[in-house]
């Protein structure tokens, strides 16, 4: 399958300073690449996707990037907040199969 | 809003058992899929499957099968239950096609003694 990695595996932030995860994939072929959130003992649930024809996507404090060339694409999150404290995942798509990336648990300070 | 059930909460079960884990959708999705997930390990797919009486296997698919009888309905079956697959599994489903997100039930906790 593909192989996806996401880093930094944990962050931890300030309330108010921005917070940036990264995912790497191998397979060329992906042309979606979502980001999914997922509260303590709550399902994943999606906050934010890109298509392979877009290089950026904005929803008010989150943002994705994608760099097709270099095969990786990342999280942006702004103005952070106690209610981003999660776990996130990257899952980029090339075919029927979605890889998950490991996550990263995004702790708030307040 | 997309409704993803699956029908235990919270099981445990005994090494050696059959297990039966279920999951309905009321999309009328084409796609389904059954993931496990592990601390630092992510989700992990164990089957897919895109169509009625179709499946495919994912990246752990040892230990497990499915069914898929009727287009709503998604079985993950463990034959013969050990404790290595003590873990949370989560259903998922969406639309046929690239670009489309997941939707998730709530998850299964399966503990297996």
């Known amino acids: 399958g593909e192989n996806v990695e996401q880093h930094p595996s944990t962050l931890s932030v300030q309330e108010g300073d921005s917070a940036v995860i990264k995912c790497t994939y191998s397979?060329?072929?992906?042309?979606?690449f979502p980001w999914y959130k997922q509260e303590l003992g709550k399902r994943p649930q999606l906050i934010i996707d890109i298509r392979s024809n877009v290089g950026e996507k904005k929803d008010q404090r989150i943002a994705v990037t994608l760099n097709k060339t270099a095969k990786h694409f990342s999280l942006h999150i702004t103005e952070t907040q106690p209610e981003d404290s999660a776990v996130y995942f990257c899952?980029?798509?090339?075919?029927?199969?979605?890889?998950f990336g490991a996550g990263t648990t995004v702790t708030v300070r307040a | 809003d997309v409704k993803v059930t699956q029908s235990s909460r919270y099981l445990v079960k005994r090494t050696g058992e059959k297990v039966f884990l279920e999951c309905v959708q009321d999309m009328d999705h084409e796609n389904m899929f059954w993931y496990r997930q592990d601390p630092g390990l992510g989700l992990r797919l164990i089957y897919f499957s895109y169509d009625v009486k179709m499946k495919e296997k994912g990246d752990i698919p040892e230990g497990y099968s499915v069914s898929r009888e009727k287009k709503e309905r998604f079985s993950l079956i463990l034959e013969s239950a050990s404790t290595n697959q003590t873990s949370m599994y989560l259903c998922a489903t969406g639309w046929r096609g690239l670009g489309s997100p997941l939707h998730f039930g709530n998850g299964t906790r399966l503990t297996v003694t």
């Open positions: 899952a980029p798509q090339g075919d029927y199969k979605l890889s």
């Open positions: 397979d060329s072929a992906s042309n979606y």
